[in-house]
């Protein structure tokens, strides 16, 4: 089976711009995590998603949002971007809701901010 | 809330040599804990996670770690350092009934030949 994939795997963007980032989870899992990993520090939880709903937000603005889609793939939107925003964005699935379950982590998409 | 602190953010060893990697926690009620690896420009790939199972759990490559309650500590080991296992390593907690996933700030292993 395929692993969790993420598109696209770098992008640079300038300041003000909005970005989409896409994610797509092991075939059966129905949770999904975003995590934004600045360079040099721990991954920081963003968002949870399980069957459509969030379920868990992190301290992030509400500039970040996110979805789930009915094929459980899931996006990422961050509005109005800042320089702080560069960083690794780091997409993990799992099979059920709470994180008992191995997080699956996808190779990230590394994002510029000019 | 929950939160893990890594004693150490560089660590080196010979090869052949131990490794152990440190991490405390804090959580207000049991905690479930992990320690992940991230290899350059990769992802992250977990190593091992407890559950509020056995106190001694044992991962992959090697590796295994030690739940102590009364040290607040999960640190990792493993006996032999390859250089295969140089890398940067995170320890992770959450709870049973968390909806968040708070990691450390990460330990980056040498291994040096």
């Known amino acids: 089976d395929a692993g969790v994939t993420q598109s696209p795997t770098h992008l640079i963007k300038t300041r003000g711009q909005q970005v989409t980032l896409r994610c797509s989870p092991i075939?059966?899992?129905?949770?999904v995590s975003w995590y934004q990993q600045v360079l040099g520090q721990g991954p920081q939880f963003i968002f949870q998603y399980y069957e459509k709903e969030e379920r868990g937000r992190g301290n992030f603005p509400d500039r970040f949002s996110a979805r789930q889609f009915p094929n459980y793939s899931s996006e990422l939107n961050v509005n109005a971007l800042l320089l702080g925003d560069s960083a690794l964005y780091l997409c993990?699935?799992?099979?059920?809701?709470?994180?008992?379950?191995?997080?699956?982590f996808g190779p990230g998409t590394r994002l510029l901010v000019l | 809330a929950q939160s893990v602190t890594q004693l150490g953010s560089h660590v080196s060893v010979s090869e052949g040599a131990l490794v152990l990697l440190r991490c405390n926690y804090s959580s207000s009620v049991p905690p479930y804990l992990f320690w992940y690896v991230q290899y350059p420009n990769q992802g992250l790939q977990l190593l091992l996670k407890y559950t509020s199972a056995a106190t001694l759990v044992k991962g992959i490559n090697g590796f295994e770690a030690e739940f102590k309650k009364s040290e607040t500590s999960f640190h990792l080991t493993k006996p032999s350092a390859h250089m295969s296992d140089a890398a940067e390593y995170f320890c992770?907690?959450?709870?049973?009934?968390?909806?968040?996933?708070?990691f450390g700030t990460g330990t980056s292993l040498t291994v040096i030949p």
């Open positions: 993990a699935s799992s099979l059920g809701l709470t994180y008992q379950e191995t997080q699956y």
């Open positions: 992770a907690v959450t709870t049973n009934t968390g909806n968040q996933f708070y």
């Open positions: 075939s059966g899992h129905k949770s």
